[in-house]
C-alpha cells in the first residue's frame, strides 16, 4: 500500500483527535467530547496536519506495521476496521465520493459537540459514547 493509498484510508472523521482516557489496570478506554488544540471544531481537521506528531507529542503516527497497537481507535476507523478484516461503513468517502460524509451522517467529531482542550477541564466531565456504525 502506498502512502497516498494509506492516507486516503482516513475518513476525515476527527474522532481519533478526542481526548482519552484509559483505565490503567484494565485498558479500557473512553472518550470525551474533548478535542486536541490542533483540531477545528467546526471541521473536523487538523490546523497542522504535517507537523501534528512534532506539536502534539500524544499525536501517534498511524502507521499500517503499528495498527494492532491502536486499540484506542472508534470503531468506525478505517485503519480499524481494515485490521479487523471488516468492511468500511456506507458512508465512508471511499464509498460515499463525499468527503464530508462522515460528519453528514453522524459519524464524525462534529457531531458531538467538541469541547477545545483547556487546562482547567476536569475530563471526566465529558466523556462520551460514540456511535458504532459498524454492527
Request: aromatic share 8%; net charge negative; charged share 25%.
Amino acid at each position: 500500500m502506498t502512502e497516498a493509498e494509506w492516507e486516503a484510508l482516513c475518513d476525515g472523521c476527527g474522532l481519533c483527535c478526542l481526548v482519552k482516557l484509559e483505565d490503567e489496570d484494565t485498558g479500557e478506554v473512553d472518550y470525551t467530547r474533548v478535542i486536541c488544540s490542533l483540531s477545528d471544531p467546526e471541521t473536523a481537521q487538523c490546523s497542522d496536519y504535517p507537523n501534528r506528531h512534532r506539536n502534539v507529542p500524544e499525536c501517534v503516527p498511524l502507521t499500517l506495521e503499528r495498527i494492532g497497537q491502536f486499540h484506542w481507535l472508534p470503531p468506525t476507523c478505517a485503519y480499524r476496521l481494515l485490521y479487523e478484516g471488516k468492511p468500511l461503513p456506507d458512508w465512508h468517502p471511499l464509498i460515499s465520493g463525499d468527503p464530508l460524509s462522515p460528519q453528514k451522517s453522524g459519524y464524525g467529531v462534529t457531531n458531538y459537540a467538541p469541547v477545545p482542550l483547556r487546562r482547567e477541564i476536569d475530563l471526566e466531565d465529558f466523556i462520551i459514547q460514540l456511535r458504532d456504525a459498524t454492527k
